[in-house]
């Protein structure tokens, strides 16, 4: 609430001082004592609140609100005899008596003497306002205070305590649902994100095992060919001796000739035969894996309610799934691995 700070205000109170000071100053001593406090107290309250108006209006709300807007019109109205000026007097002493009350801060000397002084003169008009802000006021305000919204609000503080307990313990027992409630959303994540990785992991073992399926289906292709190769000659040389052609010779070149293919040929049908087997045992390491990753998870949560302190539950499982496709190859014969012996059985029998 701004009242005594507003400029306006600030500025009629510095004219009333202006004209009281010259006022106090024409006075002689033959004037009257009483007009001379009069006069004296009002200048010393209206300093009080020209120097600190924010102070009067936290703490003057009460006066403020009853005889606020009469001060101002009687300190515009620029008259100055006892009767006015004894009704300025006793605005300014309800003031000063309400601002003791409501506010921390003590009264300067200078105001507490001139409160004391009071008593001490008889009163026209205004003796009833000066009664009523020694006695009847200093209720009124103590009840404005005990019965502010605020102080009321006070009066109530131990419900609002209870109510707050009370939301309290609600949202602690909300909070711990719901944390609760994540926990086993973190737990299902977590299954879900376990399950996600096998199931790569199986894809990736299906996919090699899709691409092994198909070399074996080219082996296997190429193993009836060299099959059907190496038998070939034979069934040519029993279809012409069943038909009786002429020219038919079996002398040892074209023997030896016949028994070198058919030597190369068994050749490379054993190594696709090796390499016909060998796909086929990287299929059955294959599909062990895929077999382990359908339930190494339960495994693993199974091994480790069993064995919470061994850290090498899954080794097994890692040593099987993680190792390398055994391919034997070093049962795979070289391709030119014994040329030479068929070379020297070809010059053999050319001799």
Request: proline share 2%; hydrophobic share 45%.
């Amino acid at each position: 609430m701004v009242f005594f700070a507003d400029e306006t205000r600030k500025r009629v109170m510095n004219d009333a001082l202006y004209n009281m000071k010259n006022l106090l100053n024409r006075l002689d001593d033959q004037s009257s004592k009483k007009f001379k406090f009069l006069l004296e107290f009002v200048i010393m309250t209206l300093t009080y609140m020209v120097n600190d108006p924010e102070l009067f209006d936290r703490n003057c709300s009460v006066n403020i609100e009853q005889v606020g807007n009469k001060l101002f019109s009687d300190l515009e109205s620029g008259t100055m005899d006892e009767v006015d000026l004894e009704y300025i007097f006793s605005i300014c002493y309800r003031l000063l008596i309400e601002l003791q009350l409501s506010s921390t801060e003590q009264l300067s000397s200078r105001a507490i003497e001139a409160i004391e002084k009071i008593p001490n003169f008889t009163y026209g008009p205004a003796a009833s306002q000066i009664r009523y802000a020694e006695k009847q006021m200093i209720i009124n305000v103590a009840q404005h205070y005990i019965h502010h919204p605020a102080l009321v609000t006070l009066k109530n503080l131990p419900e609002v305590i209870e109510q707050a307990n009370n939301q309290h313990e609600t949202f602690e027992k909300s909070l711990s649902e719901r944390e609760d409630r994540v926990r086993a959303l973190a737990g299902e994540l977590d299954r879900y994100e376990t399950a996600f990785n096998f199931v790569g992991l199986y894809a990736g073992f299906k996919d090699m095992r899709n691409g092994k399926v198909f070399e074996r289906r080219i082996n296997f292709f190429y193993l009836i060919i060299l099959g059907l190769t190496l038998l070939l000659p034979f069934g040519i040389k029993i279809l012409d001796i069943l038909k009786g052609l002429d020219g038919l010779k079996l002398d040892a070149v074209n023997m030896a000739t016949l028994a070198g293919l058919e030597i190369l040929l068994l050749y490379f049908f054993r190594v696709a035969l090796q390499n016909f087997r060998s796909i086929k045992a990287q299929l059955i390491q294959i599909d062990l894996r895929m077999t382990l990753c359908q339930f190494v998870q339960n495994y693993a949560e199974y091994s480790k309610s069993i064995r919470a302190s061994n850290s090498t539950v899954l080794d097994r499982f890692e040593q099987i799934v993680f190792s390398g496709i055994v391919n034997d190859e070093s049962a795979i014969p070289s391709t030119f691995d014994g040329l030479d012996k068929v070379a020297d059985l070809l010059s053999k029998l050319r001799k």
